[in-house]
């Protein structure tokens, strides 16, 4: 059904175009045909004039040196060379009576122009003119021209040839158009097919997606053009879409794997309290379990929320100078504790003051997730070393371990939402603190750069844009 609906619009399509095609071109043609033959003409017309001018000035003189007689001789030689019953040459007297004429009986039915004759008669120059002659299906060029007072010379020359040549030019002209036209359509409309069958199949292949079949891609047939343009366009976009999906997909799955754990065992407290009332059980711990797990799900709601509004650029920034230096200082101080309970040692190798415009509250959650990353992902007896760079009005803040590290293909990823990395499934984790770290610093117009090595360790570096303070001092 869509099949022929799409056939029906191409045909649609391609017939619509090409009549307007065609319409152009006959447009084009007419009126290259009607300029062409006016100015064909015009200009016969001109020379058909100078001819016949130059034939008075020839009759002038012979009529001066030889008379009529000689003009009677010249009359009969002329129209033998312009061809039988093709020309007319006569003298008229003042009256409009032929007093010598070379006429066949073709051009009985020739009258006397009697205004062009009594214009001559007036004035030295010719008179001409274009006139139809009962007989004769071909325009007639007509010149009276005085000879003496009384004696007026009449040339007529039928414009035969030339209109016949001209007939056959346009004949001619008539046919090399229409093959032209036909050629031009029919090969206007199998390319406009071609074209159109292309994009055909980008709807096609937009129509046959639905739901999760987003795996289709339409066919690039490697013209690079327009059409495969409108192809890369769409392969892109879908490419974007199954990615989006995809990621959508996982977020979901995680959020739920999530949620899920922590309300089971809330649950499953909350029913064996219901269940074991009047006996005697340790009630304080299973309600303090229940505060931790509800706290771990506000904690990953309210972090989601969070980094939704600083993506969103609806978050509230509580924007104050702060020394990052200070920052670094405090959550190291604050996780010297965690690693020395499980072997680690935590440097903070060197401090530069650098001052940054930030909120406060966000960038320690940002260094404390960084050091916390630190402190679980690397096994007992590791180092973590934090040391600070000022590169012009940027500081670089560095935070090595030597933990497990981070596998090629999971490095794109870490900062993902809800991304867990396959080693800490079973370290505590929401997948939420990189993807928040990210946020923050992007959000003060900072970056965050990672290098890793399986088994190694990772590095993990947050640059960030401001000043050194006046009083610059190094630790
Ligand atoms: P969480 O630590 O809660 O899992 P994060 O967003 O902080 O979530 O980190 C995402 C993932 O990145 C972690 O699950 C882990 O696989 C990896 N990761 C982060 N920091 C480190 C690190 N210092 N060493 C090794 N892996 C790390």
Known sequence: MLAGKNSV???DIVFRLSLWYALILLLLFTISFISFSFLAK???GKKAEKEALAYVDECKSIFQSEGLEGLRKDFLLETHASGAGNASLSILNSKGLILITSDSSKWQNFAVQYDMLNLALDRDKPVMGFISVPGFNNKVIVVYARLSPDKILRI???LRRDEIFLYDLQKTLIVVMAITLVTVIIAGWLMLKQVIGRVVV?????LSIKG?????RVPVSGLM?????LAQAFNNMLDKIESLVKSQQEITDNVAHDLRIPLTRIRLIAESLLTARGEKTDSQESVSIIIEESDRLLEMINTMLEIKSIEMGIAVWDLTDVDVAEVVKQACEFFQLAAEDKGLTLNLKQVISFVVKADLRCLQRVFSNLIDNAVKYTPPGGNIEITMRAVNNEIAVEISDTGIGIAPDALPRIFERFYRGDKSRNISGLGLGLSLAETIIKAHGGRIKVESTVGNGSTFTVFLPGCRPANNMTK
């Open 9 to 11: 619009l191409r045909q």
């Open 42 to 44: 015009t200009r016969m």
């Open 156 to 158: 007529a020359h039928l």
């Open 202 to 206: 980008v709807t096609n292949t937009a």
């Open 212 to 216: 999760s079949s987003l795996s289709k």
């Open 225 to 229: 053009d327009e059409v495969d343009h």
